[in-house]
C-alpha cells in the first residue's frame, strides 16, 4: 500500500511517514484487538486456576480473577471495551507521530519498546487510581498484575510496531493506479473494522437476552464486537479496493 518502512538513517529520524495518522489508526485497531483476545483468555485462565482456599499460587490466581477491578469490568463490560478501544488508538496515534520516527531497530522492536512507557504508567497510575494500589498491591495477587500486565503491553506493543513497519509496497506492481486501489482498502478496512465494533457492540446487548439466556450480556456483547471487527476489515477491504479514488 502507500505506506513506507520507517528509516533509521539520521537523516530520516524524527521525521513521520505522510500516511502515519490513518497506519496509526489501522495498527491500533489490529494491536488492540490481539490484546483483548490474550486479556481475555488470561482471565478465563485465573479463574480456571484460581482457589481461594488452595495454595500461594492458587490464591493469587484468585485474587487476580476476584478484586474490585474485574467485577467494574463484568458489570460494564460494553463500556470497559469500549474505553480499552479508544485508550488503545491513543497510544497509537502517539506512537506514530513521536515514538516511531525517534526509535531503531525493526518495527515490532519499536513497539515493544514504546510499551514498556505504557507498562509503566499502568501499574505506577492507573491501577492506582482504578483502586488495585501501586502496582497492584491492593489486588491480594502477588506478583500477577505486574507480570500480566506487562505480557498485554509487550504483545500490544509487539502488534503495533509490526503491523505499523509492514512494508506494504512489497508485492505491488510500482504503479499509481495499484497504490490507489491498495491506500483504499487501507482506508476501507480501518473503517469498516471501526464500524463493524460498534454494529457488533450494540447487535450483541441487544440480542443477548434471545441468543443464551445463560451467558452474560457483556460476554455476548464483546463476542459481537470482535465478529463484527473482523467482519468489518475484511468487508472494507473489498469495498474500498473498489473506490480507489473516493
Given amino acids: ?48 486456576i484460581g482457589d481461594e482456599q488452595g495454595n500461594q499460587l492458587e490464591r493469587w490466581f484468585w ?19 469500549g474505553i480499552n478501544l479508544v485508550t488503545g488508538l491513543i497510544w497509537a496515534v502517539i506512537y506514530g507521530a513521536y515514538a516511531e520516527p525517534m526509535l531503531n531497530g525493526s518495527g515490532w522492536r519499536k513497539g515493544i519498546t514504546f510499551s514498556l512507557v ?18 497492584g498491591s491492593e489486588l491480594n495477587a502477588g506478583p500477577l498484575p505486574v507480570l500480566g500486565n506487562l505480557i498485554l503491553h509487550l504483545i500490544f506493543g509487539a502488534v503495533l510496531g509490526g503491523v505499523y513497519g509492514i512494508a506494504f509496497e512489497i508485492g505491488l506492481d510500482d504503479t499509481e493506479a495499484e497504490r490507489a486501489n491498495a491506500a483504499a482498502a487501507e482506508r476501507g478496512a480501518a473503517l469498516g473494522g471501526a464500524a463493524g465494533v ?40 473489498f469495498l474500498g479496493m473498489g473506490r480507489p479514488n473516493a
Fill in 1 to 48: 500500500m502507500t505506506q513506507r518502512v520507517s528509516s533509521d538513517s539520521g537523516a530520516d529520524r524524527g521525521v513521520r511517514r505522510e500516511d502515519w495518522l490513518r497506519d496509526s489508526a489501522l495498527s491500533g485497531f489490529v494491536a488492540t484487538f490481539a490484546m483483548t483476545v490474550v486479556l481475555a483468555a488470561g482471565y478465563g485462565l485465573a479463574r480456571v
Fill in 63 to 81: 485474587g487476580l480473577s476476584h478484586n474490585m477491578i474485574t467485577e467494574r469490568t463484568t458489570d460494564a463490560l460494553v463500556l470497559g471495551i
Fill in 118 to 135: 505504557a507498562w509503566l504508567l499502568s501499574i505506577i497510575v492507573f491501577l492506582p487510581i482504578a483502586g488495585g494500589g501501586l502496582f
Fill in 198 to 237: 460498534l454494529v457488533g457492540l450494540l447487535l450483541g446487548w441487544a440480542l443477548a437476552p434471545q441468543i443464551d439466556a445463560e451467558s452474560s450480556r457483556g460476554a455476548i456483547s464483546l463476542a459481537g464486537a470482535l465478529i463484527g471487527a473482523a467482519s468489518g476489515v475484511t468487508a472494507g477491504s
